[in-house]
């Protein structure tokens, strides 16, 4: 979504800007999404919510937010909630597939199947690098298949700096295998189980015995640190029909029942990962002139929480655009 953004901006203020698209198709992590783009209500809630972030950098995304998803509705893409339906955070619900139609004709000149060239000015919005972060620990992956860390792997060959912690990620308890799971899956089977689950490993121990937090992304960091990459979530057999055991047993996962309880055998999947190419508020990679950096490629927004990485893409990336002009 950040290069899409940044070319639709650098457009619009007058540039020529080439998208180049490693994948097979535009849009990225952003086509697989639920597609909210959000903010916390408050600062200081952004703030506690993700308190090992750069702040200058949260103060940029947050302050710049409301502007940015004013420009990207007056682009056209279908809207299908006009607000969240979280207390905490405000936005909007896209179709995805009619905001990627909508930004790769704003952004004009996309060119599938081309990677990163080192022509400056260039912004990397590569999508960091989940995919080899699961490769690396046996994990699934639960996002595009392209983002490996090229955009970083470029950015410190030049001499840039990291920020947040490369070890964090957001990401979801998925089936396990043998389940079988298509990108178009990634959001009906995540297993999102809002305090109504106990958490088992392997070997029988209770890993996480507190609540989650709302975004369930420490529970997964957490499955992700046990034997294997994988749990058992334990819920009523009450849940039996629910919709999330059903996709499960659909997709061929496991579902053990057993003293009137589901055992359910789940797998920690990457969605993106936090630690990154270190920026200043105007989305220069800090230390090499000519080169920007937008959305999940950048580190040391979310650290410790989670937050929109949908919004770090639309804000970070039109910032980069009216840089590069500048
Ligand atoms: C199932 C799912 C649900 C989600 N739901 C939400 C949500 O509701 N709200 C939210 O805020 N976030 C959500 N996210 C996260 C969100 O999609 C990402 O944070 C966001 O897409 C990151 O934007 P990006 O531009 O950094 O990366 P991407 O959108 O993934 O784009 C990166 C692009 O870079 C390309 N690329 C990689 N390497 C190269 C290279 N060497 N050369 C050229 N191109 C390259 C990739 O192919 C890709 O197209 C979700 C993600 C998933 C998978």
């Known amino acids: 979504m950040a290069g899409l953004c940044a070319a639709a901006r650098a457009h619009e203020l007058g540039l020529k800007p080439v998208v180049l698209e490693k994948g097979t198709r535009p849009g990225g992590s952003m086509l697989l999404s639920s597609c909210v783009v959000w903010r916390y209500r408050t600062f200081e809630d952004f703030r506690a919510e993700c308190p090992g972030g750069d702040e200058e950098l949260q103060r940029v995304i947050f302050d710049g937010f409301d502007e940015a998803l004013e420009w990207l509705v007056s682009l056209g893409p279908k809207v299908v909630w006009e607000d969240t339906t979280n207390p905490r955070t405000t936005g909007k619900r896209f179709d995805p597939r009619s905001l990627t139609e909508v930004l790769v004709r704003a952004a004009g000149d996309v060119r599938l199947e081309e990677r990163l060239r080192p022509e400056l000015p260039l912004v990397l919005a590569t999508g960091g690098f989940a995919v080899r972060y699961a490769r690396e620990h046996g994990l699934l992956v639960r996002c595009n298949p392209w983002s490996e860390g090229d955009g970083l792997e470029f950015a410190l060959e030049r001499g840039a700096t990291t920020a947040g912690d490369l070890d964090e990620f957001y ?34 121990d209770e890993f996480f015995e507190r609540l989650p937090a709302w975004h369930e992304s420490d529970l997964a960091q957490a499955v992700a640190r ?51 190419i270190k920026i200043g508020p105007a989305a220069r990679v800090h230390g090499v002139d000519g080169l920007f950096a937008a959305g999940a490629d950048v580190g040391g927004i979310s650290t410790g929480g989670y937050s929109s990485g949908l919004a770090a893409a639309l804000v970070l990336g039109r910032i980069a655009a009216e840089t590069a002009l500048r």
């Open 171 to 204: 990401g979801r308890a998925m089936p396990a295998p043998p389940a079988r799971i298509g990108e178009e899956d990634y959001v009906r089977l995540s297993q999102l189980w809002d305090g109504e689950a106990r958490f088992v490993n392997e070997d029988g």
């Open 226 to 276: 046990q034997p294997g990459g994988t749990a058992w979530f334990i819920v009523s057999a009450d849940f039996r029909e629910d919709p999330r055991v059903v996709a499960l047993r659909e997709a061929g996962g496991t579902v053990v029942e057993e003293d009137g309880e589901l055992r359910l055998h789940v797998a920690a999947a990457v969605t993106h990962t936090q630690g990154g």
